[in-house]
């Protein structure tokens, strides 16, 4: 099976994408996902006039690409690791796959722009509601993947998701907290 057809699938019949990439699993396939939506994010950001990386075109295209590709390897490995604590059973590599298919719904993005703009919109609402439907879109199917690649219920596989994005708010709330704890007693020190 090739790319296309998994592809075809993914959108189709996620079900029998989730296992054609589990039986022949491509990294290659799950970088394309991520390359396409770093392409469409990085243009539609620049259409609307966001600051993005600075440098040339393609250095800052080729920065925002590895730093979500390697963002998703980060995702897939933790997810990969609570699907199986939550008694899923379904392999990482599969899962890198069908994520970096998820991340597709950015290519969303673009064209939604092109079009808000050609029809005289140019709200930053329009275009931050643009953003945020794609951004649920794609954690919409990076659950269904999940779902489909472990045999999890939605709960667990939202769950597994979910994870990864509570961890990283509870450690930079403790940081945060650390910060104020030693800025408070530094200044109950001075006053001392």
Do not use: C
């Amino acid at each position: 099976m090739n790319g296309l057809e998994i592809l075809s699938d993914f959108i189709e019949a996620p079900r029998r994408a989730a296992d054609d990439a589990r039986r022949r699993p491509s990294v290659l396939l799950g970088l394309a996902g991520y390359l396409v939506a770093a392409l469409s994010l990085f243009m539609a950001r620049k259409l609307v006039g966001q600051a993005g990386l600075a440098g040339t075109f393609l250095f800052a295209l080729a920065a925002l690409f590895v730093l979500r590709a390697g963002l998703g390897v980060v995702q897939t490995g933790v997810v990969h690791l609570v699907a199986e604590a939550l008694g899923g059973r379904g392999g990482a590599v599969p899962l890198f796959t069908l994520m970096g298919l998820s991340e597709l719904a950015w290519a969303l993005v673009l064209p939604a722009v092109l079009i808000v703009q050609a029809a005289g919109a140019h709200s930053g609402w329009v275009f931050m509601a643009i953003f945020s439907l794609a951004y649920l879109l794609s954690l919409s199917l990076k659950a269904r993947s999940i779902r489909h690649n472990y045999g999890l219920g939605t709960v667990k596989a939202w769950s597994a998701l979910l994870f990864p994005y509570a961890a990283a708010a509870a450690v930079a709330a403790a940081a945060l907290t650390a910060a104020l704890v030693a800025v408070f007693q530094q200044v109950v020190q001075a006053l001392a």
